[in-house]
């Protein structure tokens, strides 16, 4: 949990022993009976505002209600810290022995979000399931009544969510491609799939489906833990195949770097990727040209405008233009780049806007992702401003990602050279060069453009995704294997 980032210094540890539990388990079913008699339990008098300190959200049980006071604890905890109450009910033998409890503090409007599953659905409204097939759907339109947010889960058939104030019932079907071994956990872990989505403003929808990707993911084990290949799982439908195997294998540290690059992504959205000089500061003749491309790309593509956050040099430049132009902005951070160092109090970047990596190679892999096109509607690109060697690398892996055919993109991404004042020309040389010897062939940089000005870059970007193009515009940029020809 620690490494996970999770704060556990106020967990306590008594010296008695947890709950007993009896758990019969068939293919895609399980009932449990516990006892929780004589166990360790939290006391009321435990659970302050401090416990929430820094949070957003207080997620309760209803077990909660066999500890007299426990639920009216965290309801002054909650709003004490001025956080919001995420209420699971538990089961339907809990909701029928604490009907009048759980109704009241329903009622009070102290819950924001409330899960069940149908059974407990049923049972908060005083029904039986099985009565008639509404029953899930009438315990749903009771929690919203009350609730910001209520979701009904139904098994093998995904969930319901429905808003306070809304008559539109949200159906979110489940994960196909499930092998059910064991359900215990996957209400547990279905209500932090929706919550993870949540803590991340993702839209109802969303939430429901990372919700039933999480617990789609746990019922494939037995128990509630889950496995090294039930993780892959998850993150290959939560953020793309490539997290799925960086899960497998990776070292913690870079596994959660990377992971968090993603979700950042997933976020804020892929777009135009800026590399470039850290050491180029704004006395250098391209920091003004790098700004008004920067504000120029964001107004003409409405993409998110990404960068690795260095600075102050090329890709802080483009990103100051892209604020002027009042686009989105994000960064993958480095601890240091070539000359400087990155600011970790002061960034030009939105505070949450930015991934902080000690190691290169989430970052590497996170800036290539940024610009991937999973659909054709997607407006992305690669820039290369002027730079030294770490500007080369990230360009030469680009150029062999695309040149094996591994860039992980569904459509065409431009790559594109900005050759201001001539600055790439000698790079184009040697490229020819090695075009003449046989080791590389200029076919085989089919992706690579090369731009003269901004006007360059502008037209060639309005010409792959079929925008207006300003008359004339095109004779300041030519496909590398054209420059190579013609040089």
């Given at each position: 949990m620690r490494r996970a980032g999770v704060d556990v210094s106020?967990?306590?540890?008594?010296?008695?022993?947890?709950?007993?539990?009896?758990?019969?388990?068939?293919?895609?079913?399980?009932?449990m009976r516990t006892a929780i008699a004589g166990s360790a339990a939290l006391d009321p008098g435990e659970l302050d505002a401090g416990s929430c300190a820094g949070a957003g959200w207080l997620f309760a049980s209803a077990y909660a209600a066999y500890i007299p006071g426990m639920l009216d604890a965290a309801v002054r905890a909650a709003q004490a810290a001025g956080a919001r109450l995420a209420l699971d009910l538990a089961s339907f033998e809990v909701v029928r022995a604490f009907r009048p409890t759980l109704r009241a503090l329903l009622e009070s409007g102290a819950v924001a979000l409330c899960f069940a599953n149908e059974d407990e659905a049923c049972e908060v409204v005083g029904e039986r399931r099985g009565a008639d097939e509404g029953g899930p759907l009438r315990g749903l339109a009771y929690l919203a009544a009350h609730c910001d947010t209520a979701v009904v889960t139904l098994g093998e058939r995904g969930c319901v969510v429905r808003s306070r104030g809304s008559d539109v019932v949200h159906a979110q079907p489940a994960c196909t491609g499930v092998r059910v071994v064991d359900a215990t956990g996957a209400g547990d872990l279905f209500a932090a799939g929706f919550l993870y989505g949540t803590l991340r403003g993702a839209a109802l929808p969303r939430c429901a489906?990372?919700?039933?990707?999480?617990?789609?993911?746990?019922?494939?084990t037995l128990g509630a833990e889950m496995t090294n290949a039930t993780w892959e799982w998850l993150h290959s439908r939560l953020h793309g195949e490539l997290?799925?195997?960086v899960?497998?294998?990776?070292?913690?540290?870079?596994?959660?770097?990377?992971?968090?690059?993603?979700?950042?992504?997933?976020?804020?959205?892929?777009?135009?990727?800026y590399y470039g000089s850290a050491r180029l500061r704004r006395e250098s003749p391209h920091w003004r040209t790098a700004v008004q491309l920067g504000e120029q790309v964001a107004r003409l593509l409405g993409s998110t405008t990404w960068s690795g956050a260095g600075g102050p040099g090329m890709m802080e430049a483009a990103t100051e233009g892209a604020l002027a132009a009042g686009g989105t902005v994000g960064g993958i951070k480095i601890s240091r780049e070539a000359g400087t160092s990155v600011r970790t109090a002061a960034s030009y970047l939105p505070a949450d806007a930015q991934v902080y990596c000690r190691f290169l190679a989430p970052r590497k892999v996170a800036l290539v992702d940024c610009a991937v096109r999973p659909g054709e509607a997607d407006r992305t690109a690669y820039v290369f401003l002027p730079g030294g060697l770490g500007t080369m690398d990230e360009l030469f892996e680009l150029l062999t990602l695309a040149q094996l055919g591994k860039l992980g993109s569904k459509h065409p991404v431009p790559i594109i050279l900005c050759n201001y004042d001539g600055f790439y020309t000698p790079l184009m040389a040697w490229l020819k060069a090695c075009d003449g010897s046989g080791v590389l062939k200029a076919a085989e940089l089919g992706a690579l453009l090369v731009a003269d000005d901004n006007a360059g870059v502008l037209d060639a970007l309005a010409q792959h995704y079929g925008l207006p193009r300003a008359p004339g515009a095109h004779a300041s940029v030519r496909a590398a294997a054209e420059w190579m020809q013609d040089a």
């Open positions: 106020r967990v306590l540890a008594k010296p008695v022993p947890t709950a007993r539990c009896c758990i019969l388990s068939a293919p895609g079913q399980r009932t489906e990372i919700g039933c990707m999480a617990g789609g993911a746990v019922v494939q997290a799925g195997a899960v497998r294998d990776s070292a913690a540290a870079v596994q959660q770097e990377l992971l968090a690059c993603y979700a950042l992504i997933e976020r804020l959205g892929r777009g135009v990727v």
